[in-house]
């Protein structure tokens, strides 16, 4: 009996499964093996710009008084990204961006995911009497962050005042969040240190000498001419306020570092402050999605 028709089944059974094993090392168009149970998936990175990476975010409470004083409440203090990337306030309000130590970034996640985990409908409200009384600037601030995917905020009112935390439970028990934002505060009023704000679209609020507040000399010494083209100051906003969008990045580059140093400019002889804040939203115009994987 002749082994021919054997040997050829050998062969293509052989030929088949060659095939079938470089198709699935490949890749391919074929479905990607199931993953073995327990092996975890690490979290997919978007980082900065994209705002769907923003891990961690700190705001201020609402403040009273002129229309500058409201557009600084309405702005973020500090925001993280999960690439280590981060973007806070100057001294002069202005943004810098700058990068997070992972260690570092990863111990406020942990604290605030420890915090944050009691929290009700994504809202954990964390106060204590004693410590506010103490204080007569306490202030309330938002804490927002991302936990297990799911979006959370912590609302922060008297924490570490005084004397008053050694004879508080309570504020003991919370002292590693009191340092996190010791910590943040450290960081986002860095003064000139980081880079200047440039990879985002920027709003930009200029006012007629700030309810007359801006308008010392020292001030004056240290402010610059107004250095964008097309409308000046006075154009722009007149003895009032206004708000405005700049998106091309030598502008954004150029306001920075003309306010750096006093969050003001000149117009003639008449001096107009300015603030700026980054967009932490995606542009329609952006083609394609930003993730990384």
Request: charged letters at 25%; aromatic letters at 6%.
């Amino acid at each position: 009996m002749s082994r021919s028709p054997f040997v050829v089944t050998l062969i293509l059974c052989g030929s088949l499964l060659g095939w079938l094993y470089s198709s699935q090392e490949g890749g391919g168009s074929q479905t990607p093996a199931a993953r073995p149970a327990g092996v975890r998936v690490p979290e997919r990175l978007f980082g900065f710009p994209d705002p769907r990476g923003i891990v961690l975010e700190l705001r201020q409470s609402p403040d009273r008084g002129c229309p500058g004083a409201l557009f600084r409440s309405e702005s973020p203090e500090f925001v993280l990204w999960d690439d280590g990337t981060a973007v806070f306030r100057n001294s002069t309000f202005d943004y810098k961006r700058g990068r997070v130590p992972r260690m570092k970034a990863e111990r406020w996640m942990r604290t605030f995911r420890a915090q944050s985990e009691s929290s009700v409908r994504g809202v954990h409200v964390v106060t204590c009497g004693g410590a506010a009384q103490e204080s007569a600037a306490a202030r309330w601030v938002r804490l927002s962050g991302r936990v297990d995917g799911q979006g959370r905020s912590i609302e922060i009112d008297g924490l570490a005042a005084g004397a008053h935390v050694d004879g508080c439970d309570r504020c003991r028990m919370l002292r590693p969040l009191a340092w996190m934002l010791d910590d943040l505060s450290r960081q986002r009023y860095q003064g000139d240190e980081g880079d200047v704000l440039s990879d985002l679209p920027v709003e930009v609020h200029v006012e007629f000498r700030s309810c007359g507040c801006r308008n010392h000399p020292d001030i004056v010494r240290a402010s610059r001419e107004w250095p964008l083209p097309g409308r000046k100051p006075s154009e722009i906003c007149g003895r009032g306020s206004a708000r405005l969008l700049l998106e091309d990045s030598g502008q954004i580059r150029t306001l920075g570092e003309a306010i750096g140093r006093s969050a003001a400019v000149l117009d003639g002889e008449e001096i107009y402050t300015v603030f700026m804040r980054p967009v932490l939203a995606l542009s329609g115009r952006v083609p394609g999605p930003l993730a990384r994987r």
